[in-house]
């Protein structure tokens, strides 16, 4: 527990140092924002583009396609904020052989990684999104119970362990493999499943995002939770969210036991 | 002549040596066609439709693996490599050499895109097929589509010199080539068929060139009723050919004002 506690002061402490540093580059600053908040934004868009065209999606109205979209956008901003900056830290360590630092110091090593991920290019969709969401309640004249916004939270918070567990993963594969080439890639195109609601997908795919993988806690179920039409099975997806983090921790320490430094 | 084809086959031999780094194409991209027969086989039933906005489902499904295709044959990195090599100071070493700048990435761009077409292009359309096969694909739709690509990969080509170029006056150009990547993206039809655009916006997109990178081509890949029509075909070449054209004067004028305000960094 204590290490927890050390781990998230370290991040806040390499948060400040990030933030300082890249605020003293004003334009490049606030052009870093727009220019990932118009990236985060092409795949709402392109969710609202095709909802305006076509009938949409079966059991979803026009506004609460918007509160997905904001939901999304938020969802976008919070993972890259909170560690988007790992990718590129854990590439750069292992090409150059310098992850071998990393591991002499006096805590665990995926989570010193885990917590130098702070990315401010994330604030922007943060922002956007808390706005759409806002926008799109208004117009679905709803009124939030604190059981919706608990509920909210708590997706969002699994959610995040999650997306920890695919970041642990994808570390533990750029170890593997030293040079982490399209890796990220392959990443970000399984991770678009989660990017439309998940009554599109039929069959295993469909069971898998609700249950073993469940890409659905991202964005789904928190507009779910807010719509108050969370399926109760939506609470297994929590349990397996803390199955996959501890089976990535597990795969992390097993190839750490194998590890040789590479580069250098 | 000869220089440049000995350049191209140089820069071949390097690039077939990262071929795996194509051949994850063979994940990525199923991936995206798994998506989207998801998301258009539902919106198709729910729509009861058999066609929305002029496209069946299997050419709105394959739009988006054509859009693939096109970037297949036609990226290239031209903007950042002209930066890079500004900052890092070997720009230097490429002017003294008796090959021009222009033809240099020219040369790297091709013995890029024949990599890709062999490890990403090829062995892609065929996993594609098996998963959704393309009932309207003919042998002319696909030669016209190889036609038009050819001429969108010499137009982008010169587009991102002219972004490179500017890093002779701003040194680092990476929020250009954002904006860049943006900007086609929405009006070249790479994000979304620009059927799905407002009309008054898709009326100002029809007077850029940008829709000839992406859009006409994937129209011809697809088949499309108008694009059976080998006048219209005539008119789009001519028109992907004057904005070539115009390009290439433009890239020569600008070049010229461009050198004379070359300092390289470092070294």
């Known amino acids: 527990m204590n290490i927890c506690i050390d781990l998230i002061r370290l991040f806040f402490l390499q948060a400040k140092i990030k933030f300082s540093r890249s605020i003293m580059y004003r334009t490049d600053f606030f052009l870093g924002i727009f220019i990932s908040l118009c990236f985060s934004s092409l795949a709402p868009l392109f969710q609202y583009l095709l909802f305006v065209k076509t009938k949409g999606y079966p059991g979803w109205s026009y506004f609460e396609v918007i509160l997905f979209q904001g939901v999304l956008l938020f969802w976008f901003g919070l993972r890259d904020t909170l560690f988007g900056g790992i990718r590129p830290l854990i590439n750069d360590l292992v090409w150059k052989g310098e992850l071998d630092r990393i591991l002499v110091k006096p805590y665990p090593a995926i989570g010193i990684l885990l917590s130098s991920g702070f990315n401010y290019y994330g604030l922007g969709s943060i922002i956007a999104g808390i706005t759409i969401m806002f926008y799109a309640t208004l117009k679905l004249q709803i009124t939030y119970s604190v059981i919706n916004i608990l509920n909210f939270l708590l997706f969002i918070f699994f959610g995040l362990i999650l997306y920890m567990a695919v970041t642990v993963i994808y570390c533990t594969v750029i170890v593997i493999i030293v040079f982490a080439g399209r890796t990220g890639e392959i990443f970000d195109k399984l991770l678009r499943f989660a990017e439309f609601p998940v009554v599109i997908y039929s069959g295993i795919i469909r069971f898998t995002m609700l249950t073993f993988i469940p890409f659905a806690i991202w964005v789904n179920f928190p507009t779910s939770a807010l719509l108050g039409k969370l399926p109760v099975t939506a609470y297994l997806s929590l349990l397996f969210c803390l199955i996959f983090f501890g089976l990535s921790i597990g795969f992390w320490n097993l190839k750490m036991r194998k590890y040789k430094s590479a580069g250098g | ?267």
């Open chain 2, 1 to 267: 002549m000869k220089l440049f084809f000995e350049m191209v086959r140089a820069y071949f031999k390097m690039t077939f040596q990262f071929r795996s780094f194509f051949m994850v194409s063979f994940i990525i991209d199923p991936i995206v066609i798994l998506i989207n027969i998801s998301l258009f086989t539902t919106i198709y039933t729910i729509n009861n439709a058999t066609t929305l906005l002029s496209y069946t489902l299997a050419q709105m499904i394959w739009y988006f693996a054509a859009v693939n295709f096109v970037w297949m044959f036609i990226f290239n990195h031209t903007d950042a490599r002209i930066s890079n090599g500004i900052l890092s100071g070997d720009i230097a070493m490429y002017l003294v050499q008796p090959i021009s700048l222009l033809k240099r990435e020219l040369a790297q761009t091709l013995s890029d895109r024949f990599c890709s077409i062999i490890f990403e292009f090829i062995p892609c359309l065929i996993i594609f097929s098996c998963i959704f096969f393309p009932d309207f694909m003919s042998v002319f739709s696909s030669l016209k589509f190889i036609f038009l690509v050819i001429l969108a990969f010499n137009m982008l080509f010169l587009l991102n010199f002219i972004i490179g170029m500017t890093s002779f006056f701003i040194k680092s150009n990476l929020s250009l080539q954002a904006l860049r990547g943006i900007l086609i993206s929405f009006t070249a039809g790479a994000f979304i068929p620009l059927e799905f655009f407002p009309d008054w916006l898709q009326n100002i997109f029809r007077l850029l060139p940008f829709q000839y990178l992406f859009y006409w081509p994937v129209q011809f890949f697809l088949n499309k009723e108008i694009t059976q029509n080998n006048l219209f075909f005539l008119k789009v070449i001519c028109i992907e050919f004057g904005w070539i054209v115009a390009l290439y004067v433009f890239t020569v004028l600008y070049w010229k004002a461009a050198i004379k305000r070359f300092c390289s960094v470092g070294g």
